[in-house]
């Protein structure tokens, strides 16, 4: 793997589930970051300057069905990005997952947890999950 990331660097990747949450005050959050996406491009949040928001859709390779609305999508200059979604399919309430990736040319070595801290902190400010939710800590990181 050493030499696949020298000659190509590290892709980090990381997700963070909020099982069970309540789903109405999941739902004021991903409509208030969908409303509040304009505004956040050019902003520099703990060192990261968003370049773009909008909304994450999935074309399937298959039969080129196009999903829309699979979540709000940041993404930073530095090509780092944060996908915010939102689930129904927990047994009780709703699950907002945060997918949080960032490519690194240089640093292969850092675990992924430490690596994405900083963008973890940034998805937990955009969003304001906690004020919304009342969940301080995820129930899952993958």
């Known amino acids: ?7 190509y660097g590290r892709n980090y990747f990381t997700r963070y ?10 739902a004021q959050m991903i409509n208030d970051l969908r409303a509040k996406g304009p505004a956040l491009v050019s902003q520099t949040i703990n060192g990261f300057t968003v370049a773009a928001v909008n909304d994450f859709e999935y074309t399937d390779p298959i039969d080129h069905s196009i999903s829309r609305n699979q979540g709000l999508h ?15 399919t927990g047994s009780e309430g709703a699950t ?18 430490v690596a994405l801290k900083p963008l973890v902190d940034t998805a937990l400010e955009i969003s304001q999950l906690s004020q919304y939710t009342g969940r301080n800590e995820p129930t899952v990181i993958t």
């Open 96 to 113: 907002v997952r945060i997918y949080i990736e960032r490519f690194d040319p240089v640093e292969f070595d850092t675990d992924a947890q």
């Open 17 to 26: 589930d909020y099982e069970e949450v309540d789903a109405d005050g999941a």
């Open 74 to 88: 940041v993404i930073f200059d530095d090509s780092s990005r944060i996908i915010f979604r939102l689930s129904g």
């Open 1 to 7: 793997m050493r030499d696949f990331y020298q000659t």
